[in-house]
């Protein structure tokens, strides 16, 4: 038996190694042409019954040609005259059959969301009593002298966070009409009557978008009222009065000696409707409270389209998918028909008497009435989470589908719990300079992910406004795409690929009003768009692959809302900020319970460790989640953080900041914070406090810098670091480890790279053209791998380590350019007629288009080749390349008539070696510019275009145009006096020859 026993752990060696060799090659072979799956895709919007079967074959075989290999469909109204098709006629679903059915024929995933919309789970089916509510209450002051009966007037409604604007006249009717009486209650009059601070936001009457700026990533403040100074309302005091007040709104009671205050407390709708949906579409937002209001609003929407289309296999490729909710843009909920009932199985103690402080009233203290709303807020997000997105989760499963969550904004909840229900987190960030600031969103959705093992990270991507006008092109787009994968996305979903219902002649054609960046068929340069796309399925491929790596895990305080913003000394940069060389990632309460500990370090059952969990400065806990966090001490955890003071809720209070004292003494051994930072051990592991954690700079959590100085002091050295601008993320497997690296900077940069791993030779591939190569100039010292690095203005490149690599001593090192042959010949230039351009012109010299006096070239917008003939004969054996210098803004390359490739950013080269033959060549050069010129030039001519809500008189009689223009669009967006945008190849264009 010993032999046996010996052999057994090397066999399992071995079978491991041919693992995990067989695994990096089949990822280098994929690398260059990956599976669809991984492939980026597109919000897929289409307005208020403009459609058909045509358009949706064109849009999707158009992405199906381009690269795109996924969907989300919604349906809205955004500035477009409605069309023909009713949102859920019978057409409708008909179309979305088609829609879907060819789908699965061309192997496109949809993503479906779960209301009309772009937001929420509603519509006009939705009644009052089945709406998100809120409770309203309204109030009258009595006095035992008073002889006259006591009416009580009907509570308002909230206003609606949006207002009334998208009110039709009889929804707005339902709205007034809808309540429903709760209770009664009566108190002494206090002395004074101060009120809450902000109650509408800590009671859930609303919520503002966080990206607004408008409001704080965490709700929980402490009050600036003194409870000295209040004269507060007792409990004891308090009358329940439910149930004596007449249907005529009298109430049947004589009130005792002195004044009273008497609350009559109702249910009210909270003014939240779909938006922006198709007008057949508008209605109430579904309690999302409540599982019996949810199943009716999905059935009605979801079970018609369910019904309509064939049944949904596991394993299907194309077709529907996956359920989903988008950006939360539904306001606050604070009330449903069993809320009393909940709360009290869930807090334990009877919320009757607190109701005053729904409206500001203060009841005990400042302190209980806090810790009311606390408890209040908790238990609205629990319903939210269980009996909302838990029931969508299992209404998709039910169907073979999956749920994908936008877990922030207006969320009522924490971002972080809500994103934790889904089988796919999903982000959303803005093209930078083109509307809000949402990049909070990446970092909670890459958290959730990681924490949880979700292998797919998608985002909104690129999503604009206004002034974006059809600039952004994928060369513009590079930087900022590197960082969200330097983030932790995973999957771009393009935010809009706009159906384009409208002739083909008519373009740009129709867009989603002043929305998004403008992806879709009717683009300038989208024939030359799949080479971006391959790029970018290329790193989505490999950033699907193993799990990521991060130090630092952050938790957020207890409660809700709540936004995970990490301390801004743990990043670099505004808007698109980069991770520093210590990675981190947020994790909520709910989510910790999962986590142990050993070997020094915080575990997760999906795979995911860190090194430190870092607390929030903060001054409550739960009992329940401070054991928690002194259990994993005391397995091995390093914790960094200052103890908790107090519970912030009512269950079982005093007892429960009792026990909050005696888990702090265990823990931290005392109450009094050291003035100076102090490791004490706590069974195997570590906890470190004192006053220099308090940080004014990072509020809610201690600096980066004296947290990651903890990991330096045991050796542990950054994940990766660098003496030029270069971003990072960090994949591993237990064999292997990939780097995704971007130059952040517009300069070639020669930059001295370490990376935390010494796995293997690293190889260097390129997700612009699939090619892999040794890295022969690296050092090992300290376990870091030392590299040299090229990156020329805003590359990237993968650097892969492995034991399975290689040096490829067949490859050849370029060591430099010997020579270079100037293409500053006569060019001669094809325009396209029908879009304003002379058919052929001659340049002497590379020009700008939009500086040519020619008002064809000056206002062109679409795709010009330039020919030129050249004599190579050169007789060494060198690589041949062609640079093209400066481009605006995409270019397809032909050498004697056969396809070299297609550039879109830097390096502006393509290899000429295997296609060039001594003599005479002919070289073509396809260049795509963008929308902007041509729709300024148009700008000098008569406006034929939508009016008020009609669309012109021209295109709705397939009439003849007499205004001139050349382009047609929904969305006015220049006039005549707008900046021309440089076009054209710019140059200067070179062959160069290197040396091998």
């Known amino acids: 038996m010993k032999p046996r026993l010996s052999l057994i752990p090397l066999a399992f060696f071995l079978f ?46 158009s992405m199906k040609k381009s690269g795109i290999g996924n969907l989300i469909f919604l349906e809205v109204n955004v500035g477009i005259p409605r069309g023909k098709v009713d949102f859920l006629s019978e057409q409708w679903l008909q179309l979305f059959a088609h829609a879907e059915q060819e789908a699965r024929r061309l192997g496109i995933e949809v993503t479906l969301g779960i209301g009309p919309g772009w937001t929420g789970s509603g519509g006009p089916w939705v009644k009052g009593k089945q709406s998100m509510k809120h409770l309203v209450s309204s109030e009258v002051i009595v006095s035992s002298l008073d002889k006259k009966k006591i009416l009580l007037p009907i509570p308002k409604p909230k206003a609606p966070f949006f207002g009334e604007g998208g009110f039709i006249p009889e929804f707005r009717k339902e709205w007034l009409e809808y309540y429903e009486d709760v209770a009664i209650l009566a108190f002494p009059l206090p002395k004074s009557e101060e009120k809450i601070n902000n109650i509408d936001e800590v009671a859930l009457y609303q919520r503002a978008p966080y990206s607004s700026g408008t409001v704080t990533a965490n709700l929980q403040a402490p009050s600036k009222l003194n409870d000295k100074s209040i004269s507060a309302i007792t409990k004891k005091s308090i009358i329940d009065l439910t149930g004596k007040l007449n249907t005529d709104g009298y109430l049947n009671w004589n009130p005792p000696a002195g004044k009273w205050k008497i609350m009559r407390f109702g249910s009210r709708n909270n003014g939240a409707i779909t938006r922006p949906a198709p007008l057949p579409g508008i209605g109430f937002e579904s309690d999302k409270f409540d599982t019996t209001a949810l199943n009716n609003h999905l059935d009605a929407y979801l079970g018609k389209i369910l019904n309509k289309i064939n049944p949904i296999e596991k394993n299907q490729i194309g077709g529907l998918k996956r359920l989903h909710m988008d950006s939360w843009e539904m306001g606050a909920q604070n009330w449903t028909g069993t809320f009393r009932q909940e709360f009290t199985k869930r807090r334990g103690y009877d919320p009757l008497r ?248 915080i575990r997760f059952p999906s795979g995911a460790s860190y090194e430190i969990l870092v607390l929030p400065i903060y001054e409550t806990m739960t009992p329940e989640l401070l054991e928690k966090i002194g259990n994993l001490i005391r397995q091995g955890a390093t914790v960094i953080g200052n103890p908790p003071l107090r519970s912030p809720s009512l269950t079982n209070y005093p007892q429960c900041d009792e026990k909050i004292k005696e888990l702090v003494k265990k823990i931290w051994g005392n109450f009094s914070v050291p003035a100076t930072l102090t490791h004490r051990r706590y069974g195997l592991g570590t906890v470190i406090w004192g006053k220099p954690i308090l940080n004014a700079q990072d509020k809610l959590y201690p600096n980066y810098n004296l947290t990651t100085n903890i990991l330096r002091t045991r050796g542990l050295q950054e994940d990766f670091s660098s003496d030029s601008k270069i971003r990072y993320t960090h994949r591993t497997s237990n064999e292997w480890d990939i780097y995704f690296i971007s130059n952040t900077t517009p300069d070639r940069i020669t930059a001295n790279a370490k990376f935390r791993s010494v796995k293997g030779i690293p190889e260097l591939w390129n997700p612009i053209d699939g090619k892999t190569k040794s890295i022969r100039n690296y050092k090992l010292a300290n376990n870091i791998s030392n590299i ?7 590359e990237s490149a993968f650097i892969v380590f492995s034991k399975d690599n290689r040096v490829d001593t067949s490859q050849k090192t370029v060591s430099r350019d010997f020579a270079m042959q100037p293409l500053d010949g006569r060019w001669v230039v094809n325009f396209d007629e029908k879009w304003g351009g002379p058919n052929q012109v001659k340049m002497d010299t590379l020009s700008d288009w939009s500086k040519i006096t020619i008002d064809g070239i000056k206002y062109y917008s679409g795709i010009a080749t330039y020919h030129q003939k050249f004599v190579f004969n050169h007789n060494h054996s060198v690589r041949v390349m062609i640079d093209l210098g400066e481009v605006r803004n995409m270019a397809k390359v032909r050498l004697n008539g056969k396809l070299i490739g297609t550039l879109w950013t830097a390096p502006w080269q393509l290899d000429l070696s295997e296609f060039i033959k001594k003599g005479q060549n002919e070289i073509e050069i396809e260049v795509a510019n963008l929308w902007p010129n041509r729709l300024i030039g148009d700008e000098q001519k008569p406006y034929d275009g939508i009016t008020g809500d009609a669309w012109p008189e021209w295109l709705l009689n397939n009439q003849p145009r007499k205004s001139g223009r050349y382009t047609f669009t929904t969305s006015k967006q220049y006039n005549r006096d707008s900046p021309l945008l440089p076009s054209g190849l710019l140059g200067p264009v070179k062959i160069v020859y290197q040396i091998e």
């Open 16 to 61: 491991l190694a041919s693992l995990s060799s067989a695994q990096v090659k089949k990822m280098k072979s994929e690398f260059l042409t990956p599976n669809d799956l991984y492939k980026p895709g597109v919000y897929w919007y289409f307005m208020d019954g403009n459609m058909s079967a045509e358009t949706m074959t064109k849009d999707l075989e």
């Open 354 to 601: 607190y109701y005053p402080v729904y409206s500001g009233n203060i009841v005990g203290s400042v302190s209980e009435s806090e810790r009311f709303l606390w408890d209040l807020r908790q238990t609205s997000q629990e319903l939210v989470l269980e009996k909302h997105a838990q029931h969508v989760k299992a209404y998709a499963k039910k169907h073979n589908l999956t749920l994908s969550i936008e877990p922030y904004d207006m969320n009522p909840t924490s971002d972080l719990e809500l994103g934790s229900v889904a089988d796919v987190p999903m982000a959303e960030f803005w093209s930078k300079g083109f509307g809000f600031n949402s990049t909070y969103s990446v970092i909670e959705a890459t958290s959730i992910a990681h924490v949880m093992g979700r292998t797919l990270v998608p985002a909104e991507a690129f999503t604009a406004q206004d002034n974006e006008g059809w600039k952004q092109y994928p060369g513009s787009m590079k930087n900022q795409g590197d960082w969200a994968f330097a983030a932790g996305i995973n999957r771009f979903v393009y935010h809009t690929f706009q159906n384009q219902f409208l002739p083909d002649t008519l373009k740009p054609g129709a867009t989603m009003g002043p929305y998004g960046v403008h992806w879709d068929r009717s683009q300038t340069w989208w024939p030359m768009v799949d080479s971006y796309h391959n790029y970018v399925t290329r790193c989505q491929y490999l950033l699907q692959q193993g799990r990521t790596v991060a130090d630092l895990l952050y938790l957020t305080p207890e409660g809700s809302p709540h936004v995970f913003v990490p301390p801004s000394s743990a990043i670099l940069g505004d808007t698109i900020g980069d991770r520093k060389g210590y990675n981190f990632d947020g994790i909520a309460p709910q989510q910790l319970l999962a986590a142990t500990a050993g070997q020094k370090k």
């Open 788 to 794: 040299l690095i090229n990156l020329d203005a805003y």
